[in-house]
């Protein structure tokens, strides 16, 4: 484990078990508490392991703990299924997500995208920079075409772009969701160059941006309708859908549908230049 994964681990297992009611975990109250949560010698208690040695893991020492006992803390800090694949990973218990996509954007995954129509699709690599999209996605995202390349990355433009701000109707909870899942995806490369700039960069962009930092909260993606507004077509109700190619493992794709024959199918086929049919 590096120093910036020890240290993310040591915070993140705090601050989930500062969330904690001791009731839930099947301990008395115990009188008034100084901090809200379990203890750390409740958490040793409870996960089977010595009060000395959850310390260290909390003082982020270097030290390695076993798969076995990283289960054992996830569930007595009672993380979620997301939230235990993170610290599996950022102990190193997980196959890691490959560094980055190969220079330029493969021509078969932007035929891929370009296939998909009426469909908006892009391509985003391990950092979430926005490798490639389809017309269709321009036309549902003008803006990402006029922004400079180096500037053209997804958690960027989330909390820093207007026009994204506007076309996501639930701004508050949809850019909470980008960053929680953004988190649990770098989770164990904080300590890359280019991770390390992007987040400063937001910290000092985005008070939102900094809050939601601050939670430590990670949650994995699930494929889920999602709310648009679009200037020039209105309300869209899309379902959204991520995938990685086989053969570019680097990147995922992130594809936008419509229910068949639905309003947002119109509004789509409409915002495509094609007919919308009956």
Same mark, same amino acid.
């Given at each position: ?5 020890? +240290?993310?681990?040591?915070? @993140? ?19 008034? #508490? ?11 208690l409870l996960s089977g392991v010595s009060a000395t040695w959850y310390t260290w893991l909390e003082q982020g020492r ?13 569930? &007595?800090? #009672? ?16 196959? &890691? $997500? ?12 932007? #035929?891929?995208?370009? *296939?998909?129509?009426?469909?908006? $699709?892009? $391509? ?34 989330? @909390? ?17 969701? @980008?960053?929680?899942? @953004?988190?649990?995806?770098?989770? /164990? +490369? %904080? ?10 960069? %937001?910290?000092?962009?985005s008070p939102h941006f900094r809050a939601g930092w601050a939670s430590h909260d990670v949650d994995r993606f699930s ?17 959204? /859908? ?5 053969? $570019? ?15 947002? *199918?119109?509004?789509?086929? #409409? ?8």
């Amino acid at each position: 484990m590096s120093a910036t994964a020890r +240290r993310e681990l040591a915070e @993140f297992l705090r601050s989930r078990r500062a969330q904690l009611d001791p009731r839930d975990s099947g301990l008395p109250p115990g009188g008034p #508490r100084r901090t809200p949560g379990l203890r750390r010698e409740e958490v040793a208690l409870l996960s089977g392991v010595s009060a000395t040695w959850y310390t260290w893991l909390e003082q982020g020492r270097d030290i390695r703990p076993s798969r076995q006992v990283v289960e054992a803390l996830a569930r &007595t800090l #009672r993380m979620s299924p997301a939230e235990s694949e993170y610290v599996l990973r950022l102990t190193g218990h997980r196959g &890691t $997500a490959p560094a980055g996509a190969a220079a330029g954007m493969p021509g078969h995954v932007q #035929r891929l995208l370009d *296939a998909l129509g009426h469909c908006p $699709a892009y $391509a985003i690599t391990a950092d979430w920079s926005i490798a490639g999209w389809n017309r269709a996605y321009e036309r549902f995202y003008p803006g990402v075409a006029a922004v400079p390349a180096a500037g053209r990355n997804l958690l960027w433009l989330v @909390f820093t772009d207007p026009a994204v701000r506007a076309l996501l109707a639930d701004w508050p909870g949809d850019s909470q969701r @980008f960053l929680t899942q @953004f988190r649990a995806e770098v989770g /164990h +490369r %904080l300590a890359d160059p280019a991770v390390v700039d992007l987040v400063t960069r %937001l910290e000092a962009a985005s008070p939102h941006f900094r809050a939601g930092w601050a939670s430590h909260d990670v949650d994995r993606f699930s494929s889920a309708e999602r709310r648009f507004e679009h200037p020039e077509v209105g309300s869209l109700l899309l379902e959204h /859908h991520q995938l990685t190619p086989a053969d $570019a493992p680097g990147l995922q794709l992130v594809v936008y549908t419509a229910a068949d024959g639905s309003e947002s *199918a119109r509004r789509l086929l #409409r915002l495509a230049g094609q007919p919308a049919g009956g």
